[in-house]
């Protein structure tokens, strides 16, 4: 072979060389020398990659020379090894340190993971929903078995409703306690609104009573811990922007009829002089009265780490335009952070500030209502009418008082709003104690102050207001929010029975204050005198936990709180409340660490007492008088006297609740899939109720003391890591909640009597549509049941004599089915791949009923044309279909409106793209929400609190557009 032609073919060949790659086998083990199963074994920076089998094999093709073989599993540390032309690598994985040994908040304190004994849930940052999150609770809905997140309405700045399994109280505050930072919030300013949400680093929620019992006397409905971010200890300058942009519009509308449909019934069904009162136009007023509406987040953080200061400040501003006219909300907040490490870094000090600048731009939210009512055959506007608008008029000329008021012109005449200035700051100290080994101290100063003021202003002449300065009413004050507390935090090695020891004793002083003054009119137009209130309460605490974990094996904790309120009389001003729960952590054991594919199993139990006085008023058991409103003035000659009323002397005592639970905790597979499971039950007595007063009582109504209730239920919480590698991981995880509750006695009438409850609108008075029963859920509908036809139809007036007498009256209403879902679920996906990333959260209920009380008080003739006055009401859809014509009382309770509030709803869908620079990371994102619910129930929206569905403000669907960057 001649050298040309070996120099030829040798160029040929060298990019083959070049390029040739290889094949590797090899085992990977783990540290216990099992096989790990399913763990991936992939070239660095490349999507080549694969997963060892059965026996720890696996088989890579196509590595490059100089490549770096990766080797991850989850719950080991990922490992990393050069590959120099190696046929074969074997390798044995090291323990990652267990999420068990995560340090998680318990109350006043903390402790690992895998020695939590009670039922809690922590969701952090990295798991939140994402968009433009106005309302921190927003940020955990769906997240957490047993905790349902429910949006009061589409009210701009208006916060979710929370509730922690299903709170414990009828009438009280059911509200959750907040703790922000270390401050128990005060339930009359428990504005989380004022947080902002992307500060919130997560949220710890304790769910039973061996959770809770250590806060006592507030502790019933469970407790919410609140830890906004901090910064960081000797880390690099970091500087975020992040900016969000949101078009917003209502999910859905309601079915009302058209101007043509409208004109078509009345031609049809009316007498001549209900045909006159028809106009001529087409109006849509739900149209008139909504609007796309827009809302813009921005945030600009700051934070650097020195050897011993952390620095971190945030600065946000959100204006929300609501989805009804001249409705928003707008605020600035700043949320700081100063951590310094003192006396050889014996000292740690921690100083939290959050303020902000909240304004609520209130619209008349009467005009909803309105807006369904309104005949749409009327024109929207009218010279003749006050300030332009069309209303209907009596014959002396003066707008008819009891006429549905003109929707937009509701809007236009009404200028209100409400302004919030809110401070609270924490300074923690951490001291660990010299010359006594694991002894440290915690104390804990802090204020919450809020300053408030409100207005509202009707237009002179308006639709409403008819004087000539108009109606103008306003409202200022202060609340005030002050803690101090301390604790020892006491660890020990108990090595001579290999044990751990965990004690803790402390005290808390709480102290709230309000003072308001009102401003308002009396029917005239005539400023009367400002009523101003005071009110102040104080709340202490002595408090003492005990923890021993036995060997590894069985963890013992029991809790105790002496508390003392003065909201209540000194014989019943204290109370002693308490928990005791025990975990027995199976995963030590030597069967399940060999069983080969058990990696977490716990079994826990836990009893305690917990209490509630969050009665909403202070001193009920001194003497007291009120003055009298301007309604209610007395005549005397020519002129009104303010008169003053005694009130009614309670002796009220504490809400008591017991709750037992039992739970397992575990994970499969490495944990790759984890998750919980609970079980409880619990028991409140001595239920805060404001009710009927017996005869011979001074007044009709007060707040007593008046039964008791029994809920149950079952939570079950699941997470799967579906794929973990370098480039490509998905979790998803779902929560699923059954619970139910009964009212076992009622005290406050003969021989435990029912008690009506929820009024609702409709022709008459004092309808209420549900019923406080023994043996019955609070939520429980009281009805007629309707009678239908062999098409299916509802028979006109036609119900089911359910006592035999052969008259339809009160007695043959029965309770029918409960606004309360027998289950609730929520379900969450997260999936990345390199710098994609995607989310989404689905929650839903089933088992629950809405009485439908729009179409109840409209889908009946009498409705539309029996008016006192010279006026046609519109109507629903449905009433095409049903056709009723008499609107009697007892249409209004008939089960015919009672519906199925099942529901799926996409609450939010976030994608987004991660740039990677040297100078800056760049996320875009675009997120949807609210974006459908999958229901059968026909109105406008079947998430109701209550199970009772009027005009509320409809919630939105959003569209946001997100950038984020980092420096």
């Given at each position: 072979?001649?050298?040309?032609?070996?120099?030829?073919?040798?160029?040929?060949?060298?990019?083959?060389?070049?390029?040739?790659?290889?094949?590797?086998?090899?085992?990977v083990?783990?540290?216990?020398?099992?096989?790990?199963?399913?763990?991936?074994?992939?070239?660095?920076?490349?999507?080549?990659?694969?997963?060892?089998?059965?026996?720890?094999k696996?088989?890579?093709?196509?590595?490059?020379?100089?490549?770096?073989?990766?080797?991850?599993?989850?719950?080991?540390?990922?490992?990393?090894?050069?590959?120099?032309?190696?046929?074969?690598?074997?390798?044995?994985?090291?323990?990652?340190?267990?999420?068990?040994?995560?340090?998680?908040?318990?109350?006043?304190?903390?402790?690992?993971?895998?020695?939590?004994?009670?039922?809690?849930t922590?969701?952090?940052?990295?798991?939140?929903?994402?968009?433009?999150?106005?309302?921190?609770?927003?940020?955990?809905?769906?997240?957490?078995?047993?905790?349902?997140?429910?949006?009061?309405?589409?009210?701009?700045?208006?916060g979710?409703?929370?509730?922690?399994?299903?709170?414990?109280?009828?009438?009280?505050?059911?509200?959750?306690?907040?703790?922000?930072?270390?401050?128990?919030?005060?339930?009359?300013?428990?504005?989380?609104?004022?947080?902002?949400?992307?500060?919130?680093?997560?949220?710890?929620?304790?769910?039973?009573a061996s959770?809770?019992?250590?806060?006592?006397?507030?502790?019933?409905?469970?407790?919410?811990?609140?830890?906004?971010?901090?910064?960081?200890?000797?880390?690099?300058?970091?500087?975020?922007?992040?900016?969000?942009?949101?078009?917003?519009?209502?999910a859905?509308?309601?079915?009302?009829?058209?101007?043509?449909?409208?004109?078509?019934?009345?031609?049809e069904?009316?007498?001549?002089?209900?045909?006159?009162?028809?106009?001529?136009?087409?109006?849509?007023?739900?149209?008139?009265?909504?609007q796309?509406a827009?809302?813009?987040?921005?945030?600009?953080?700051?934070?650097?780490?020195?050897?011993?200061?952390?620095?971190?400040?945030?600065?946000?501003?959100?204006?929300?335009?609501?989805?009804?006219?001249?409705?928003?909300?707008?605020?600035?907040?700043?949320?700081?952070?100063?951590?310094?490490?003192?006396?050889?870094?014996?000292?740690?000090l921690?100083?939290?500030?959050?303020?902000?600048?909240?304004?609520?731009?209130?619209?008349?939210?009467?005009?909803?209502?309105?807006?369904?009512?309104?005949d749409?055959?009327?024109?929207?506007?009218?010279?003749?009418?006050?300030?332009?608008?069309?209303?209907?008029?009596?014959?002396?000329?003066?707008?008819?008082?009891n006429?549905?008021?003109?929707?937009?012109?509701?809007?236009?005449?009404?200028?209100?709003?409400?302004?919030?200035?809110?401070?609270?700051?924490?300074?923690?100290?951490?001291?660990?104690?010299?010359?006594?080994?694991?002894?440290?101290?915690?104390?804990?100063?802090?204020?919450?102050?809020?300053?408030?003021?409100?207005?509202?202003?009707?237009?002179?002449?308006?639709?409403?207001?008819?004087?000539?300065?108009?109606?103008?009413?306003?409202?200022?004050?202060?609340?005030v929010n002050?803690?101090?507390?301390?604790?020892?935090?006491?660890?020990?090695?108990?090595k001579g029975?290999?044990?751990?020891?965990e004690?803790t004793?402390?005290?808390?002083l709480?102290?709230?204050?309000?003072?308001?003054?009102?401003?308002?009119?009396?029917?005239?137009?005539?400023?009367?005198?400002?009523?101003?209130?005071?009110?102040?309460?104080?709340l202490i605490?002595?408090?003492g936990?005990?923890?021993?974990?036995?060997?590894?094996?069985?963890?013992?904790?029991?809790?105790?709180?002496?508390?003392?309120?003065?909201?209540?009389?000194?014989?019943?001003?204290?109370?002693?409340?308490?928990?005791?729960?025990?975990?027995?952590?199976?995963?030590?054991?030597?069967?399940?660490?060999?069983?080969?594919f058990?990696?977490?199993?716990?079994?826990?139990?836990?009893?305690?007492?917990?209490?509630?006085?969050?009665?909403?008023?202070?001193?009920?058991?001194?003497?007291?008088?009120?003055?009298?409103?301007?309604?209610?003035?007395?005549?005397?000659?020519?002129?009104?006297?303010?008169?003053?009323r005694?009130?009614?002397?309670?002796?009220?005592?504490?809400?008591?609740?017991?709750?037992?639970?039992?739970?397992?905790d575990?994970?499969?597979?490495?944990?790759?899939?984890?998750?919980?499971?609970?079980?409880?039950?619990?028991?409140?007595?001595?239920?805060?109720?404001?009710?009927?007063?017996?005869?011979?009582s001074?007044?009709?109504?007060?707040?007593?003391?008046?039964?008791?209730?029994?809920?149950?239920?079952?939570?079950?919480?699941?997470?799967?890591?579906?794929?973990?590698?370098?480039?490509?991981n998905?979790?998803?995880?779902?929560?699923?909640?059954?619970?139910?509750?009964?009212?076992?006695?009622?005290?406050?009438?003969?021989?435990?009597?029912?008690i009506?409850?929820?009024?609702i609108?409709?022709?008459?008075?004092?309808?209420?549509?549900?019923?406080?029963?023994?043996?019955?859920?609070?939520?429980?509908?009281?009805?007629?049941?309707?009678?239908?036809?062999?098409?299916?139809?509802?028979?006109?007036?036609?119900?089911?004599?359910?006592?035999?007498?052969?008259?339809?009256?009160?007695?043959?209403?029965?309770?029918?089915?409960?606004?309360?879902?027998?289950?609730?679920?929520?379900?969450?996906?997260?999936?990345?791949?390199?710098?994609?990333?995607?989310?989404?959260?689905?929650?839903?209920?089933?088992g629950?009923?809405?009485?439908?009380n729009?179409?109840?008080?409209?889908?009946?003739?009498?409705?539309?044309?029996?008016?006192?006055?010279?006026?046609?009401?519109?109507?629903?859809?449905?009433?095409i279909?049903?056709?009723?014509?008499?609107?009697?009382?007892?249409?209004?309770?008939?089960?015919?409106?009672?519906e199925?509030?099942?529901?799926?709803?996409?609450?939010?869908?976030?994608?987004?793209?991660?740039?990677?620079?040297?100078?800056?990371?760049?996320?875009?994102?675009?997120?949807?929400t609210?974006?459908?619910?999958?229901?059968?129930?026909?109105?406008?929206?079947?998430?109701i609190?209550?199970?009772?569905?009027?005009?509320?403000?409809?919630?939105?669907?959003?569209?946001?557009?997100?950038?984020?960057?980092?420096?």
């Amino acid at each position: 072979m001649n050298q040309k032609f070996k120099a030829v073919l040798l160029l040929f060949l060298v990019p083959f060389f070049a390029f040739a790659q290889s094949v590797i086998t090899g085992t990977v083990l783990e540290s216990n020398g099992l096989p790990a199963l399913g763990a991936t074994v992939s070239v660095k920076g490349t999507p080549n990659g694969t997963s060892t089998d059965f026996d720890g094999k696996y088989t890579l093709n196509n590595v490059p020379k100089d490549a770096v073989i990766v080797f991850s599993f989850i719950g080991y540390t990922t490992q990393e090894i050069p590959y120099a032309g190696q046929t074969e690598i074997n390798t044995t994985l090291k323990e990652n340190p267990s999420e068990l040994d995560t340090i998680v908040l318990i109350g006043y304190g903390s402790t690992t993971k895998e020695n939590i004994t009670a039922a809690q849930t922590t969701v952090t940052d990295k798991e939140f929903n994402k968009g433009a999150i106005v309302s921190p609770g927003q940020l955990i809905a769906g997240k957490a078995a047993g905790v349902q997140v429910t949006a009061a309405s589409g009210r701009p700045g208006d916060g979710p409703r929370i509730r922690v399994r299903a709170g414990s109280t009828l009438s009280a505050n059911a509200d959750p306690l907040y703790v922000v930072d270390g401050i128990p919030l005060d339930s009359n300013n428990a504005n989380l609104n004022t947080i902002n949400p992307s500060e919130i680093e997560s949220f710890t929620i304790l769910k039973d009573a061996s959770a809770t019992a250590i806060y006592g006397n507030r502790a019933s409905n469970g407790v919410i811990l609140i830890t906004t971010k901090k910064g960081k200890l000797s880390s690099d300058l970091q500087v975020g922007y992040n900016v969000q942009f949101a078009i917003d519009n209502n999910a859905g509308r309601l079915d009302v009829l058209t101007g043509d449909e409208f004109r078509s019934i009345i031609n049809e069904r009316g007498v001549p002089e209900e045909i006159a009162l028809l106009g001529d136009a087409n109006t849509d007023w739900q149209n008139e009265i909504y609007q796309t509406a827009t809302r813009a987040i921005h945030n600009i953080t700051l934070q650097k780490g020195f050897d011993n200061t952390a620095l971190r400040a945030n600065i946000e501003y959100t204006n929300q335009n609501g989805t009804l006219k001249s409705s928003g909300y707008e605020r600035a907040s700043l949320n700081a952070s100063v951590i310094q490490k003192l006396l050889n870094n014996d000292l740690k000090l921690t100083l939290s500030i959050q303020g902000a600048l909240e304004e609520i731009r209130n619209a008349d939210e009467g005009a909803i209502g309105s807006a369904i009512d309104f005949d749409p055959t009327q024109a929207i506007f009218d010279p003749n009418g006050p300030n332009g608008f069309f209303e209907y008029f009596q014959g002396n000329g003066t707008v008819d008082p009891n006429a549905p008021r003109n929707p937009l012109g509701l809007l236009e005449s009404l200028s209100a709003a409400t302004n919030n200035n809110q401070i609270r700051t924490t300074l923690q100290a951490d001291y660990k104690i010299p010359r006594v080994e694991g002894l440290r101290f915690n104390g804990t100063i802090g204020i919450d102050y809020n300053e408030f003021d409100s207005f509202s202003n009707r237009l002179p002449n308006s639709g409403v207001g008819l004087t000539p300065t108009g109606l103008q009413s306003s409202s200022n004050g202060i609340r005030v929010n002050q803690l101090i507390n301390g604790r020892f935090d006491y660890k020990t090695d108990l090595k001579g029975i290999d044990s751990k020891l965990e004690l803790t004793l402390g005290s808390s002083l709480q102290a709230f204050r309000r003072e308001s003054v009102s401003f308002s009119q009396d029917n005239n137009g005539i400023a009367i005198d400002p009523f101003e209130a005071f009110n102040e309460n104080r709340l202490i605490s002595l408090f003492g936990r005990a923890s021993i974990d036995i060997k590894d094996l069985l963890v013992l904790s029991a809790s105790v709180s002496r508390d003392g309120t003065s909201r209540f009389s000194p014989e019943n001003r204290w109370g002693t409340f308490g928990g005791a729960s025990a975990g027995l952590k199976l995963t030590n054991t030597d069967f399940i660490q060999n069983s080969g594919f058990i990696s977490q199993l716990k079994i826990r139990g836990g009893y305690g007492i917990t209490g509630q006085q969050d009665i909403g008023q202070d001193f009920l058991y001194l003497p007291r008088s009120t003055p009298s409103n301007a309604q209610a003035q007395v005549q005397i000659g020519n002129q009104f006297y303010t008169t003053i009323r005694p009130e009614l002397v309670t002796n009220l005592t504490w809400e008591k609740t017991n709750q037992w639970n039992l739970g397992v905790d575990y994970g499969f597979f490495n944990n790759r899939l984890t998750g919980s499971v609970d079980v409880y039950t619990r028991d409140t007595e001595d239920l805060l109720q404001f009710g009927p007063l017996g005869v011979g009582s001074l007044g009709n109504f007060a707040l007593q003391n008046v039964g008791a209730t029994q809920s149950r239920g079952i939570e079950i919480d699941a997470n799967l890591k579906v794929v973990t590698t370098e480039n490509f991981n998905w979790n998803i995880g779902g929560n699923l909640t059954f619970s139910e509750i009964e009212i076992t006695d009622l005290s406050l009438g003969t021989n435990d009597a029912p008690i009506s409850q929820t009024p609702i609108g409709g022709q008459g008075f004092n309808n209420f549509i549900q019923e406080w029963a023994v043996g019955a859920d609070p939520t429980s509908f009281l009805v007629y049941r309707q009678v239908y036809g062999p098409d299916g139809r509802p028979l006109d007036g036609v119900f089911a004599d359910r006592n035999g007498d052969n008259v339809i009256n009160s007695d043959d209403r029965v309770r029918y089915k409960q606004g309360n879902p027998d289950a609730f679920f929520g379900f969450t996906s997260n999936f990345n791949y390199k710098r994609f990333d995607m989310s989404f959260t689905l929650r839903g209920a089933v088992g629950g009923y809405n009485y439908n009380n729009v179409r109840a008080a409209r889908e009946n003739t009498e409705a539309i044309t029996n008016n006192p006055g010279e006026w046609l009401n519109n109507t629903t859809g449905g009433f095409i279909d049903d056709r009723f014509q008499s609107g009697p009382l007892n249409l209004l309770f008939s089960s015919e409106y009672i519906e199925k509030s099942d529901f799926v709803r996409l609450d939010n869908l976030s994608l987004g793209y991660t740039f990677n620079t040297d100078q800056v990371d760049i996320r875009a994102s675009v997120t949807g929400t609210n974006l459908f619910v999958i229901t059968d129930y026909s109105g406008l929206d079947p998430e109701i609190g209550n199970g009772v569905d009027g005009a509320i403000f409809p919630r939105s669907r959003g569209l946001i557009f997100g950038l984020n960057f980092e420096f």
